[in-house]
């Protein structure tokens, strides 16, 4: 855990509403609505999500303004929007009369793809590496779990990230209780994202939170991101609540700064487009 006079940046978003999608969020104490995902926004992360999973390589050449608004029925101003803001993010590179182009090293993530209750498929792309799956009392846990007593079985999950390029990005760390989720360790956790895992099991996910904290790494943590000991990093702690209040998972992942670079973005600005 930071200090207690080290800085830490809280985001939280809970769903409140299944069937109109709406969300409510605080960013340190402020809070926003969002409502159904404006066009401009689903094409802009159909794009982005194709660049991170590789997809769209570096160099991929993206739609035209005039292409995009023939393909997905749109107008002009939102066509040049979802290629302004793919740019202003880092993704793609605008070039006049040459078009609009991926960008080397495209690795980008959005910190609010952590917390969204409603998002599917991993937060970064590439595989993991199952370290241990166990099941131990809540007090072994590694993590903080609010609410859950020491006791109470919980699965300990700790698996390497991998990106695309097949390094290790980062090293995360989950507990999940047991009797939320007996039959969890039968899944593939290769490829297991919790919020993904929630839904298809129909466990009623509400609300997420996540705390950045700054670290110095400890030898472990160090030798698995093969970075030397002491080396300042971002550890993101997530929690995640159920509708009934009660702690779903309790997670952290610490990541290699120089192979992901992370930023925070909402947009809530509604368009004319439907």
């Known amino acids: 855990m930071p200090g207690p006079h080290a800085p830490e ?3 939280e978003i809970g769903l409140i509403d299944c069937e109109k999608r709406v969300l409510t969020g605080q960013m340190n104490g402020a809070t926003f609505l969002a409502m159904a995902v404006p066009a401009y ?4 992360n159909e794009f982005e999500q194709q660049i991170r999973s590789g997809a769209l390589p570096p160099g991929s050449r993206l739609p035209t303004e005039a292409e995009l608004q023939q393909q997905y029925s749109i107008g002009r101003a939102t066509a040049q929007r979802v290629l302004t803001e793919l740019a202003q993010a880092g993704f793609v590179e605008r070039h006049r009369r040459r078009g609009t182009f991926v960008t080397e090293g495209a690795r980008q993530e959005n910190l609010l793809r952590f917390v969204n209750p409603l998002l599917r498929g991993p937060e970064i792309p590439g595989r993991h ?11 072994d846990a590694g993590v903080e779990l609010p609410g859950v007593a020491d006791d109470t079985p919980v699965h300990q999950l700790r698996r390497l990230k991998y ?7 980062a090293v995360e760390l989950s507990a999940i209780p047991f009797s939320l989720a007996p039959r969890l360790q039968e899944e593939d956790l290769d490829h297991l994202t919790t919020h993904d895992y929630f839904a298809r099991m129909g466990i009623p996910a509400a609300k997420s939170r996540i705390y950045i904290d700054p670290i110095a790494l400890d030898a472990v943590t160090a030798a ?6 002491g080396h300042a990093v971002l550890r993101l702690r997530r929690l995640t609540w159920l509708t009934d209040g009660k702690l ?4 952290w992942d610490v990541n ?13 600005q509604p368009t004319t487009d439907s």
């Open 9 to 11: 940046l809280l985001i």
């Open 224 to 229: 698995r991101l093969r970075v030397p000991e």
């Open 41 to 44: 926004l689903r094409i802009r």
């Open 248 to 251: 779903a998972e309790a997670r």
């Open 129 to 139: 590496e199952v370290e241990s799956a166990t099941v131990i009392p809540a007090r």
């Open 256 to 268: 290699r700064p120089d192979l992901v670079e992370f930023f925070l973005e909402q947009t809530i």
């Open 163 to 169: 990106d695309l390029d097949d390094k290790v990005i």
